[in-house]
């Protein structure tokens, strides 16, 4: 119960602004063991895994939509930078690499019956070892979490293309789940 109660704290700080980069201080202590633990601090609640993905406002606004751009950044090395992107929801799933073309996200394809029925639940990532997706061959399979990103603010997500991000679930900035597998 209180991890609810700091999470639901949190959220209200994250409406005003910010919740600071802590560096994986408890309860938010959840790693990954990869490049994601940069920008992500996490806690795990039972089988399921909640926290904030973070990003790096830049000093320019997007041309194109108006918005602040940002970028993710090393928390860990400049945590005044950063500030909360999104809120995540997790639920634990096995995936497997069925597509990885330079500058996107990998593509993992993941049992339909193991999607939450929630919407908004588009992006998998590994847990521990390889560092970054290119460590993986296609075929491989991995244990991690499928995550639901919720956006709680306005800007320009400058990853893979470049993506508007507006507040509420994000379904395309970072989607990289297939449920096809044949």
């Known amino acids: 119960m209180a991890a609810v109660v700091i999470l639901v704290t949190a959220g209200t700080a994250m409406a005003a602004g910010s919740y600071p980069w802590r560096d994986h201080a408890a309860p938010f202590d959840y790693e990954f063991g990869n490049h994601i633990d940069t920008h992500q601090q996490s806690l795990t609640r039972g089988a399921m895994l909640e926290g904030f993905f973070y990003v790096t ?7 194109d ?4 751009a940002a970028t993710h950044g090393n928390c860990a ?3 005044d930078a950063c500030s909360v992107g999104w809120v995540w929801h997790g639920t634990p799933a096995t995936a ?9 996200h990998p593509t993992w394809c993941i049992d339909p019956a193991d999607i939450p029925r929630q919407p908004g ?3 998998f990532h590994w847990v521990d070892s390889p560092e ?13 979490w499928l995550l639901r990103l919720t956006a709680v603010d306005s800007f ?4 893979h293309g470049g993506f508007a991000i507006s507040p509420g679930i994000d379904f395309e900035s970072h989607a990289n789940v297939v449920a096809d597998c044949g």
Do not use: C, K, N
């Not at 939509?65 to 602040?68: D, N």
């Not at 497997?96 to 996107?104: D, I, P, S, Y």
């Open 121 to 123: 639940y588009t992006h």
């Open 156 to 159: 320009f997500f400058e990853h």
């Open 96 to 104: 497997q690499l069925v597509a990885h073309g330079q500058g996107q």
């Open 65 to 68: 939509s108006g918005l602040p």
């Open 77 to 79: 090395s400049d945590p």
């Open 132 to 144: 970054h997706a290119g460590g993986f061959a296609l075929g491989d399979t991995a244990q991690g």
């Open 57 to 63: 406002l830049q000093d320019r606004v997007d041309p």
